[in-house]
């Protein structure tokens, strides 16, 4: 099943036999990560076993978004978007990001508190973020029929081509000095006198000081096979794209979809509030951990037992530097999408928008989202492997705050004053006793 189409991006033929820093994970974390390095003068290899931007970086809803997130999230969110602002003439390619404001509707009273609530965290920030109804959300939303209390907007927010940034990114990481091998996977990590010297390829070992796991969901898998327990899971998120039609430039969430203007025209089209979880091994592994969240978040899972349970039963958990790894078995996460969620949000986003019976609905797919339980990423050193750097678990909030993320990571690989605190998103949370659940800011 093909996922969206990707700006073609050509893989470097060889592999150094030494660099500074190997990134692992061509998404968008990785690639940012690289470019960041690699304008600082370090020596950069990343490798990605399948595509740049091959899963989730390329399925997302491509929202550049600072209002609702977790509040531990908002300072590097602003250093994500000063980046977007710049992306296009630093790669010197089209990212397509704009900005263009953002909506969440509010149905009840009850919500539409909450969200007014959730705007006291912009206020120290000097950014604007209101509570808008009535006329307003018309002139913003033309020819709407949502009967809803109001909306929760933020004018900086906006909107980037999934397909094209991490290519782009990729290309000025190139540029800048990085190798860029795709289809290569790394299977282990080197270790010599306890810390990282290196890592192990399918095309052959690379020596390195550091090395940063970007893998998104396959992080878990990578990191347990040196030894690592990082707590996280997949939820696949299901979307579609439309034809070319007319309508509002705005983006805008709503109880049973999600809605943004496309490059290209068209919309893209998902769930507002649905996202499924397919039943695995690691479910009852983690059961207790992601408990908090699941008691926060459980009406928006959708859980089932599907076919993965058998493929991630029979995935081995640990390898030799020399065997064939998961990694090279699947190069590409390409799950099919939820057949229910496509139903129920193109019919309550043709509700809400009569302007989409003209549009048809040309593509969908879903992808793999990396899940932690405090549903905010790990961007942190880890401590019992001194080389290695871990940055994943963005639980779906990882294409927009992309590169502040990867600016953060290049910080901490260089020792350079990171660029916001980066104690919210240390990995030894999971391990120290601290209360580990999302802040919905609320």
């Known amino acids: 099943m093909p996922g969206p189409a990707l700006t073609p991006f050509h893989s470097d033929p060889s592999l150094p036999a030494r660099v500074d820093v190997v990134v692992i994970g061509g998404g968008i974390i990785g690639v940012s990560t690289a470019l960041e390095l690699a304008e600082r003068g ?10 740049i931007g091959g899963e989730q970086s390329s399925r997302n809803w491509g929202w550049v978004r600072i209002s609702r ?4 999230e908002i300072p590097m969110m602003i250093e994500a978007i000063r980046a977007w602002d710049d992306m296009d003439r630093r790669t010197g390619r089209k990212t397509g990001y704009t900005r263009t404001g953002i909506l969440f509707t509010a149905p009840t009273d009850r919500t539409y508190a909450q969200f007014d609530r959730w705007t006291r965290h912009l206020a120290p920030h000097q950014i604007e973020c209101r509570m808008v109804s009535g006329d307003e959300l018309d002139r913003l939303l033309p020819g709407h029929r949502m009967t809803v209390k109001g909306a929760l907007y933020t004018p900086l927010d906006g909107r980037a081509e999934p397909q094209w940034a991490a290519p782009a990114i990729a290309e000025a990481a190139r540029a800048a000095g990085a190798s860029v091998l795709t289809g290569c996977a790394v299977r282990s990590l080197d270790m010599v006198g306890g810390r990282v010297a290196g890592v192990i390829t399918e095309r052959g070992r690379v020596a ?18 040196a030894g690592i327990d990082l707590p996280q899971l997949k939820v696949l998120n299901t979307v579609m794209r439309t034809t070319r039609v007319e309508g509002p430039e705005t983006s805008v969430w709503a109880d049973g979809f999600a809605l943004r203007k496309r ?7 998902a769930s507002g509030t649905e996202n499924t979880v397919d039943l695995v091994p690691d479910s009852f592994r983690l059961a207790r951990r992601f408990l908090p969240a699941l008691r926060e978040d459980w009406r928006s899972l959708r859980f089932r037992l599907s076919s993965r349970w058998r493929e991630e039963a029979r995935e081995p958990r640990s390898w030799r530097p020399d065997e064939e790894t998961p990694f090279e078995r699947t190069r590409v996460l390409d799950p099919a999408p939820s057949q229910r969620a496509l139903r129920q949000s193109w019919a309550d986003a043709g509700r809400a928008f009569p302007f989409l019976a003209q549009a048809e609905v040309v593509q969908s797919w879903a992808g793999l989202i990396d899940v932690t339980p405090d549903a905010i990423p790990v961007i942190s050193t880890i401590d019992a492997l001194p080389g290695l750097h871990i940055a994943t678990g963005f639980s779906g909030h990882g294409f927009g705050i992309g590169p502040g993320a990867g600016r953060l990571m290049a910080d901490l690989v260089t020792g350079a004053p990171p660029i916001v605190d980066p104690d919210p998103f240390r990995f030894s949370r999971f391990l120290d006793g601290s209360v580990v659940r999302p802040d919905h800011g609320f």
């Open 263 to 269: 490059a290209d025209g068209g919309y893209t089209v």
């Open 69 to 72: 997130r977790d509040p531990r």
């Open 42 to 51: 370090q020596s950069v290899l990343l490798c990605e076993k399948g595509q």
């Open 208 to 225: 390195c000081d550091a090395v940063v796991l970007a893998g998104g969901a396959w992080s878990r898998l990578f990191a347990g096979n």
